[in-house]
């Protein structure tokens, strides 16, 4: 397990059941604070990292979070949490079992999208915290951002989504099961060490990097420059992804969090989508990346169409699902823009 730069951790141990039938005796949950909470208890900003982050938005969304930006300590009390599963230092697969003394391994149990929130509202408890005034998630992140506001109504009071949908579609469930094959191919990947299944995730990296750019960005970047019978730049450039990834991250920890992210859809158990949608009577400003081919367009585009106080923009960039990472000035006209009406409204 990996403890990011200033992490702070919360034990709650009372038990924790989850939404499919699981329990964990306790928890700990890992996350990062910066700034104050004021007098008013009224500046917080939640933001939810994606699949592979840590809990320090300064490091992972610089320009975007942090000092000198509209998201900046200066003036917001920022709260970022690692997810449930995650790698991070949040419980997760490498965890130890406090039953057997063991890691939990592959056998951790089963958790979803509502699951993580939850473990988001009780940090959210510890840390004294009633209203919050911008939920900000990207891919991932949107999807616990919407979570979180529909799993504690009045809580939350304005959201930024990026690149994010109401519901996974069957096409990003049939990555995550490629993905999956890809890990499951290694025959180490069930085994209780920390180099477990790290073949087989370098493959699934592989995999999902394919979704997250777009055709016309690999050409752009790993062309070759002279015609070449062996070792092509494209190539070597998703190996060397999936081998970052390996060094950073668990195998068990990815297998987990992939099936995490099929069991989003906020409809369910609830009501159709559109009807959950137009109950969400809060300010929320919705991006979509016009390159996206993970969570196109036409998700955000839904979305926008069924919350009834949003607003849609539209990120121009080659890059991609990553856009909503990169396109750091488009992202912060954006938010000065989301500002500029909680201003108004307020």
């Keep these: 397990m990996i403890y990011p730069k200033n992490v702070q951790i919360y034990k709650y141990q009372q038990g924790f059941n989850l939404e499919q039938g699981g329990h964990l005796v306790e928890l700990e949950i890992a996350y990062h604070t910066f700034g104050t909470l004021n007098a008013a208890k009224d500046n917080v900003v939640w933001v939810f990292h994606a699949l592979t982050a840590n809990s320090d938005p300064t490091?992972?969304?610089?320009?975007?979070v942090g000092d000198n930006t509209l998201v900046n300590p200066d003036k917001h009390f920022i709260v970022c949490a690692n997810v449930l599963g995650s790698f991070y230092g949040t419980t997760n697969p490498r965890s130890i079992n406090p039953t057997t003394g063991l890691a939990y391994g592959i056998e951790f149990p089963s958790f979803t999208v509502r699951d993580?929130?939850?473990v988001h509202h009780l940090l959210r408890q510890h840390?004294?915290?009633?209203t919050v005034m911008m939920g900000l998630g990207g891919s991932f992140g949107g999807h616990q951002a919407l979570e979180f506001a529909l799993a504690a109504p009045n809580v939350l009071k304005s959201l930024v989504l990026l690149a994010t949908s109401a519901r996974e579609t069957a096409w990003s469930i049939a990555i995550h099961e490629a993905q999956r094959m890809a890990l499951e191919t290694d025959a180490t990947w069930q085994e209780d060490s920390p180099s477990a299944g790290s073949m087989g995730l370098k493959t699934a990296r592989a995999l999902g990097l394919i979704s997250y750019r777009t055709i016309n960005a690999y050409i752009q970047t790993q062309t070759d420059d002279t015609p070449k019978l062996d070792q092509h730049r494209a190539a070597s450039y998703v190996r060397y992804q999936g081998e970052k990834l390996a060094q950073r991250f668990h195998a068990h920890?990815?297998?987990?969090l992939s099936k995490c992210l099929d069991t989003h859809h906020i409809g369910r158990d609830r009501a159709p989508?559109?009807?959950v949608l137009a109950n969400l009577n809060i300010p929320v400003s919705v991006i979509g990346i016009t390159s996206d081919l993970l969570i196109p367009v036409s998700e955000q585009q839904f979305l926008t169409r069924h919350l009834p106080k949003s607003v849609y923009y539209e990120i121009d960039s080659k890059f991609g699902h990553d856009g909503f990472l990169i396109e750091v000035s488009q992202i912060n006209t954006i938010l000065e823009e989301h500002f500029k009406r909680l201003r108004a409204n307020y």
Excluded: A
């Design 59 to 64: 490091d992972w969304w610089q320009g975007v």
């Design 273 to 275: 989508v559109e009807t």
């Design 127 to 130: 840390l004294g915290i009633s």
């Design 253 to 256: 920890c990815y297998w987990h």
């Design 116 to 118: 993580v929130v939850q």
